[in-house]
C-alpha cells in the first residue's frame, strides 16, 4: 500500500509555471507506475500524465504536451510535474496517483491509490 501527498499548487498568472510534487509514503514506491490527474469545477477527472517505474517511459494529454513534463525520483520516493506556460483552462485540482498494474495508464480505473489533490488556479 502506498500513501500519496500532493503539494506545489497555488494561484499564478497565464503564463507563469508551477511545479507540483507528490510525496509517497513505503518502501516500494519504485515498484508503483505513477500519474497526475485533474479535476476543474463540474467536469470529470481527466488524465493529465503518467510515468513508468523507472521513469524512462511518459505519456501526456495531448492538451498539456509540449508544455508539462513528469518525473520522479525514487531515492527520494518522489514524482513531480513540471507545469510552463500554464492557461486559465488549467485550472483544477490535480491528483496524484498510483497503480500496481505494469502499464503507463491514463484511465482512472487503472489507478489503486489516490491523492487528496492540490488545487491550481490560473488566472488570465
Known amino acids: 500500500q502506498v500513501q500519496l501527498v500532493e503539494s506545489g499548487g497555488g494561484l499564478v498568472q497565464a503564463g507563469g509555471s508551477l511545479r507540483l510534487s507528490c510525496a509517497a509514503s513505503g518502501r516500494t514506491f519504485s515498484r508503483y507506475y505513477m500519474g497526475w490527474f485533474r479535476q476543474a469545477p463540474g467536469k470529470e477527472r481527466e488524465f493529465v500524465s503518467a510515468?513508468?517505474?523507472?521513469?524512462?517511459?511518459?505519456l501526456y494529454a495531448d492538451s498539456v504536451k509540449g508544455r508539462f513534463t513528469i518525473s520522479r525520483d525514487n531515492a527520494k520516493n518522489m514524482v513531480y510535474l513540471q507545469m510552463n506556460s500554464l492557461k486559465p483552462e488549467d485550472t483544477a485540482v490535480y491528483y496524484c496517483?498510483?497503480?500496481?498494474?505494469?502499464?503507463?495508464?491514463?484511465?482512472?480505473?487503472?489507478?489503486?491509490?489516490w491523492g487528496q489533490g492540490t488545487q491550481v488556479t490560473v488566472s488570465s
Open positions: 496517483a498510483a497503480t500496481s498494474r505494469a502499464v503507463v495508464a491514463d484511465e482512472r480505473h487503472e489507478y489503486d491509490y
Open positions: 510515468i513508468n517505474r523507472s521513469g524512462a517511459s511518459t
